[in-house]
């Protein structure tokens, strides 16, 4: 599987050749140039040329291209992939595949674009991302994270998990209705814990609200504290908390380095153990810190 780096994922309607071009030259780690949600039944087929055009023209840097399709259960879904990669199938890095239910829904691309790159004789493999997003996914989500090995990285949806679900979010409007915590914590580490199982990234789903800078931050942190290694964006203005909050902290690097130093050090000398600021050092705690070290190296904060 390749390794991307996916701090934050920035959504953008594709039928918005304005908003695009804005989202491409941001600092979002990726961009996924929407034809779904985002886009309006009536304004799908026009925003696959934008797409297209937003690929093949513009200048992405070093940001991951994305395009998120329609799901397989609509009449967009297949032209979506057929428009993309003849259009552009060379330039695309990832799809995003939506409402993923179970692993033959996935299964359904993936056959897909294997047979579209045999066609059309594209080289790079293209990665797949998949939302979590309904409850009967959820349900399947182990199933999912081990069923393509094009998956690189699943995402939990909110929105659409809530509506699945039934969640009564207007009651909360009455603090008598109030849930006491976060919500969406066991459904957070189930799907961590289903991604970490078979190597794949882990991605927070979207803030709504992107004016409350302090809400999307908090929702940030409680993810990247469960093992999360990037957020979606859906303004730009979250871009730079999420690139921040799935980073590593110069604090936390400096504390895993050592931490890292003093077990090889031990190793050297045959003790396979060791002491570094009243901490115990051993090969658990190299497994909790090597991979601070590994994502400053691969963000550049160290080389």
């Known amino acids: 599987m390749t390794q991307r780096l996916r701090r934050s994922e920035l959504a953008v309607p594709a039928s918005s050749e304005k908003l695009v071009q804005k989202a491409v030259a941001s600092d979002a780690d990726l961009v996924f140039l929407d034809l779904e949600d985002a886009t309006a039944p009536d304004a799908k087929e026009a925003a696959r040329d934008i797409a297209v055009n937003a690929l093949n023209e513009l200048d992405w840097g070093r940001t991951i291209r994305s395009v998120r399709v329609n799901d397989h259960e609509t009449e967009w879904a297949v032209y979506d992939m057929v428009s993309i990669l003849e259009g552009a199938g060379d330039k695309l890095d990832v799809f995003i595949i939506p409402k993923v239910k179970k692993p033959s829904d996935l299964l359904f691309f993936e056959t897909m674009l294997l047979s579209l790159e045999k066609k059309l004789k594209i080289k790079k493999p293209i990665g797949l991302e998949v939302l979590i997003e309904e409850a009967e996914g959820l349900g399947n989500v182990e199933a999912i994270a081990r069923c393509s090995t094009r998956l690189e990285a699943l995402i939990l949806g909110f929105g659409d998990l809530a509506g699945s679900f039934g969640m009564r ?18 459904h ?116």
Request: glycine share 12%.
């Open 188 to 303: 957070r580490v189930r799907m961590i814990g289903a991604c970490r199982a078979v190597g794949i990234d882990a991605i927070d789903g979207p803030f709504g609200n992107f004016k409350d800078d302090e809400g999307y931050r908090a929702q940030a942190t409680y993810a990247a504290a469960l093992g999360a290694v990037g957020k979606w964006c859906i303004h730009p203005s979250q871009i730079p908390h999420a690139n921040e909050i799935f980073a590593p902290s110069e604090k936390e690097l400096h504390v895993a380095q050592k931490m890292v130093a003093a077990y090889e050090a031990s190793l050297t000398s045959g003790d396979g153990a060791a002491g570094a600021g009243g901490m115990l050092v051993d090969a658990a705690t190299a497994r909790l810190y090597q991979p601070v070290v590994d994502r400053a190296r691969q963000i550049g904060m160290i080389k």
């Open 169 to 186: 979010f207007g009651h909360e409007l009455d603090p008598a209705y109030k849930y006491p915590g976060d919500i969406w914590s066991a």
